[in-house]
């Protein structure tokens, strides 16, 4: 046995496995610099194609939420406006008891269709309810409101 053989053996080992390593970078290196395979760039292509269609789906969902709540606070006003005249209404009510069975005695009295749409107005009521209680549409109590606003102010 020769000193030198087992140096000679384990220089012939380092250098194969040096061989090995630089074959083994040397193929990982040509796989980063390869670019994707068809697969992956399809995948690719229909990830960013379902991202595109899921930002847009959420924009709109955002826009149909927005006009919703839009809708809903001009409700919650329109019910504000319509409970403060309600409770006018009731307040008038309670403190014109007597006046209003005058008035409802005069409307009853009058007969004139005419002058029963019109103070039935001047009452407070709505010119649908005034169209439900004498028959009239809601157009014809705004022409006979109109006419009689005339009659009064060249009077």
């Known amino acids: 046995m020769d000193i030198f053989s087992p140096v000679i053996l384990q220089l012939i080992i380092d250098l194969v496995l040096l061989l090995a390593v630089i074959f083994l970078l040397w193929r990982v290196n040509t796989n980063l610099k ?41 409700i919650a006003l329109e019910l504000d406006l319509k409970e403060k005249r309600v409770k006018a ?34 009452g407070g009521c709505s010119q649908a309810q005034a169209a439900e209680a004498t028959g009239f549409t809601e157009a014809e109590i705004g022409l006979i409101i109109d006419l009689y606003r005339t009659k009064n102010e060249t009077s």
């Not at 690719?44 to 927005?66: C, G, W, Y």
Request: glycine share 2%; hydrophobic share 35%.
């Open 34 to 74: 390869n670019p994707l395979n068809q697969s992956h760039k399809e995948m690719i292509n229909d990830f960013k194609t379902v991202m595109a269609e899921s930002q847009a789906s959420s924009d709109r969902f955002l826009e149909a939420l927005e006009k919703s709540r839009l809708a809903l606070k001009e």
């Open 89 to 122: 209404l009731l307040e008038k009510n309670g403190e014109n008891e007597a006046s209003d069975e005058k008035k409802l005695s005069l409307v009853s009295n009058v007969d004139d269709k005419y002058a029963r749409v019109a103070e039935m107005i001047k």
